[in-house]
């Protein structure tokens, strides 16, 4: 349909930095199809649970932790208690001047820092960031977390990490893996899926906030829709049951 | 409103204060005439003549105008500096260094927007001999022509005052030789009380109609200044004026055209001053000139300085120093007879070349009793 | 290219500059012609945005303007929304750390007014409008145009208070400077690249324009 939007400026919706690349592409088609505009901001989701608590003016929180959610339903800041929206993944990113092996399993990282290649780590911090958190989780179940701490290069969130992994700035480092699907990423960098049985799920939740207007009560609707389903599966995300 | 009065023409002022600057001044000045503020640095002529413009208050003060009150502290009444209708040329000016000459004097005018403002500024720049030069700007400017444009603005504001804070210290000699000559000139026309604040007894003897010493905020005299400087009241104006030969001497009588004075072993004739009581003990004060060699016989009657007064009082000097400056020589000699009390003395070179005095050598000399003052013993020390 | 966050930029700085250029006028001719007990004090307090990381900065303004601040819940009654994460919460913040570059400069043009020039012009007779406007503006103009040329570049350049003051709110908050910031963690080079490129060449035009001006008060020194 394409129409111009009506209102001046569409609602500020704040989105935990894995859907980077995915969330765009969806409120273009949210756009396209509505001729609603939403306007997006990225970050890390403690960051955003933060603000959204000194009275930041989103209206559509897309956390990649649910318990941020949670936290913010507690505290009656929140419609209701959200949705799952989808489930997501680690990944091992690699730049290709670095001359790390990647696998699954991490063993080509294990021998490199044995072998004293890794200066530097990139993860999402984990004080803030979810994927950070998990990163951490998962390198203290591989044995990796206390040879890597004191290497560690913290990304403000889960983008600004891959950002620095794939920049060369850093020599490997564990983000979201909906990142590692963006197009236009150096063809020649190495990412690999990592299994989900080392670290807590990262159980992505959405919510509308106290100040929701029409237009993002429909974008939230939307975005559980079987469209939006699509892209977020094509972006590596693991979609919950239908509802 | 009733007419003024003649005391009531002309400025007079009254100022009192203790911190920061202290002030204890009175002093009037009447239309046309040029009245000197003179005193060494720190004497508080720039704060008087600030507190004339309006450009400070004093704790306590008095200043009148033409019988229009500027200043009365004790009816808490300042007006303000522009209502007051003063010209003044400040120590270094202070044109406005972004405006041309022209427009430094327009600015001025009580009605700088009339039309033929642009002519009467160029005409009073004129007057002060600057034609020609009316679109530079200060910067552009000779240090004399500057002060030049600063009088022209001063009196473009048709002053009921005109007050000169220093005009002439910041320009060399030469031009201020020639500024010395053109203020002389344009003072015949002036109508109004004009202040000129100066450090050089000089300058206040060849400008000013009379003169008023300030030491430490305080006027110690008032009066013309060639008077100041050889009838001084007191021995603080004694020494301010540059007096340097100070007598210690007794009023022994006074007789019928002349006063006899005992100055140590010695009798002096001095010029008749009845009003000192006989007996007195107190300063005479001589300046340099009256101290002079006495010549033989035949040269005395050719000297022009050797007037038949018969008050010559011949002394007997040894020398004590002898300073050479340029075409003159101060000495300093010390005269036995008054229990060793100085004198100082200048000669022209020439003179001093004829007589060779040496350290210690004895000259003779008279002293011109016409010129001996006796300096007032209530105002002693 | 950024169009919101540059428009949002330019809106930031020329409120502030609506603000400051009158303030700093008004101040700075206070804090050169009058003494008063406590002046270094306050010219201190004023030169502390200069020195302070802007993150302190930004954490005072957080707890003066947040949610549980006097500040805060007036505005809020008053604007219905918070202050902080605002564009009006922004202002507050770019008004404060821009005291010292509107101040410093107009400051140091009116001290270098020669006292006896301002007493000439009272002596002349010009009324305190006259004089502000003929002479003291107009000798003290350079400093003017300094302090706004960097006023204006420095608050398209400010980075961390406005962060932590303003989060980044596309349309609301998020200036060239944030969008840059925004745009490097999207991997998007050519966007940042281009923003950079325009806030660089901003900058210099300002440095520039504000050394042209520098000179020229020097020059007019010099001649006094």
């Known amino acids: ?243 | 409103m009733h007419a003024m009065t003649e005391h009531e023409a002309g400025l007079r002022v009254s100022l009192h204060q203790a911190a920061p600057i202290p002030l204890a001044v009175e002093l009037t000045c009447g239309p046309g005439e040029v009245l000197a503020l003179v005193g060494p640095s720190g004497s508080g002529k720039s704060t008087v003549l600030r507190c004339i413009a309006g450009l400070h208050t004093p704790a306590e003060g008095r200043i009148t105008c033409n019988g229009e009150t500027w200043l009365d502290t004790r009816a808490r009444h300042a007006k303000p500096t522009a209502a007051r209708r003063i010209g003044m040329v400040f120590q270094n000016y202070a044109l406005f260094p972004h405006l041309s000459a022209l427009d430094n004097v327009r600015e001025a005018l009580p009605d700088r927007c009339a039309s033929d403002a642009r002519e009467r500024a160029t005409r009073l720049l004129a007057k002060v001999n600057l034609q020609g030069l009316e679109h530079r700007r200060s910067h552009q400017l000779s240090g004399g022509q500057q002060q030049r444009v600063a009088v022209a603005r001063a009196l473009a504001r048709e002053p009921r005052v005109l007050l000169l804070d220093e005009p002439f210290s910041a320009v060399d000699r030469a031009t201020r030789e020639k500024l010395y000559g053109e203020l002389a000139e344009l003072r015949r026309e002036l109508a109004m009380p004009v202040i000129l604040v100066t450090h050089d007894l000089e300058e206040a003897v060849m400008l000013a109609d009379r003169m008023t010493l300030l030491s430490q905020g305080s006027s110690l005299q008032t009066g013309p200044p060639l008077t100041l400087m050889r009838e001084p009241d007191s021995l603080d104006v004694a020494r301010l004026v540059g007096l340097r030969n100070l007598l210690e001497v007794q009023v022994e009588a006074h007789e019928a055209d002349y006063t006899r004075l005992r100055w140590g072993a010695l009798a002096l004739r001095v010029k008749r001053q009845a009003d000192a009581p006989t007996g007195a003990v107190t300063t005479a004060c001589l300046p340099a000139e009256g101290v002079l060699l006495l010549a033989a016989r035949a040269e005395r009657e050719a000297d022009e300085t050797h007037l038949p007064d018969g008050f010559d009082n011949p002394v007997s000097g040894i020398v004590r120093r002898y300073l050479s400056l340029g075409d003159r020589v101060r000495m300093t000699l010390e005269v036995p007879d008054a229990a060793g009390a100085l004198l100082s003395m200048t000669l022209p070179r020439h003179l001093a070349d004829r007589l060779s005095p040496t350290e210690g050598s004895a000259i003779a000399l008279r002293l011109r009793g016409a010129v001996i003052h006796l300096i007032p013993t209530t105002r002693k020390g | 290219m950024d169009w919101n966050a540059l428009k949002l930029s330019l809106l930031l700085a020329a409120a502030t500059l609506g603000v400051l250029l009158p303030l700093g006028v008004w101040l700075g001719r206070l804090l050169a012609w009058r003494r008063f007990p406590g002046k270094v004090l306050v010219e201190a307090a004023l030169a502390l945005p200069l020195v302070l990381p802007p993150t302190v900065l930004g954490f005072y303004l957080l707890v003066a303007m947040g949610g549980d601040s006097q500040l805060g819940q007036w505005y809020q009654a008053l604007a219905g929304r918070q202050l902080v994460f605002s564009f009006d919460g922004l202002l507050i913040a770019s008004l404060i750390f821009n005291l010292p570059f509107a101040i410093q400069p107009m400051q140091r043009a009116f001290e270098a007014i020669p006292i006896e020039v301002r007493e000439a012009a009272r002596c002349c007779g010009m009324s305190a409008w006259r004089r502000l406007w003929r002479i003291e503006l107009a000798l003290a103009w350079p400093g003017i145009l300094s302090a706004a040329v960097l006023t204006f570049a420095h608050t398209l350049g400010e980075f961390g208070v406005v962060l932590m003051v303003g989060g980044s709110i596309p349309g609301e908050t998020r200036t060239l400077a944030i969008s840059i910031y925004d745009r490097v963690q999207a991997f998007d080079t050519a966007g940042a690249a281009t923003m950079s490129a325009a806030l660089l060449a901003i900058s210099l035009a300002a440095i520039a324009i504000s050394y042209l001006a520098l000179n020229r008060v020097l020059r007019h020194a010099r001649h006094d």
């Open chain 1, 1 to 243: 349909m394409g129409m111009k939007p009506v209102q001046a400026r569409g609602p500020v919706v704040a989105a935990a930095a894995d859907l980077q690349f995915a969330l765009p592409e969806l409120a273009a088609a949210f756009q396209q199809e509505t001729g609603h505009e939403v306007r997006l901001a990225f970050g890390s989701s403690g960051n955003f649970a933060r603000q959204i608590e000194q009275g930041a003016p989103f209206e559509l929180f897309l956390s990649a932790d649910q318990a941020l959610v949670e936290r913010l339903a507690r505290a009656e800041l929140t419609v209701d208690d959200g949705q799952l929206y989808g489930e997501g993944r680690l990944a091992l990113f690699v730049a290709a001047s670095s001359g790390i092996a990647v696998d699954s399993d991490l063993s080509g990282l294990a021998a490199a820092v044995k072998a004293g290649q890794v200066r530097r780590f990139a993860i999402p911090n984990p004080a803030h960031a979810p994927y950070g958190q998990r990163a951490e989780e998962l390198l203290r179940a591989k044995g990796l977390w206390e040879a890597l701490e004191p290497r560690l290069v913290l990304g403000e969130n889960a983008a600004q990490a891959a950002q620095f992994a794939l920049s060369g700035s850093v020599d490997a480092g564990i983000s979201a893996w909906s990142l590692a699907r963006a197009p236009g990423l150096t063809p020649e960098a190495k990412v690999v899926l990592l299994p989900a049985d080392d670290h807590a799920p990262l159980r992505q939740r959405m919510v509308l906030l106290k100040s929701a207007g029409p237009v993002a009560r429909r974008f939230h609707d939307w975005l559980l829709g079987s469209e939006s389903r699509a892209v977020l599966a094509r972006y590596g995300f693991d979609l919950p049951a239908q509802p």
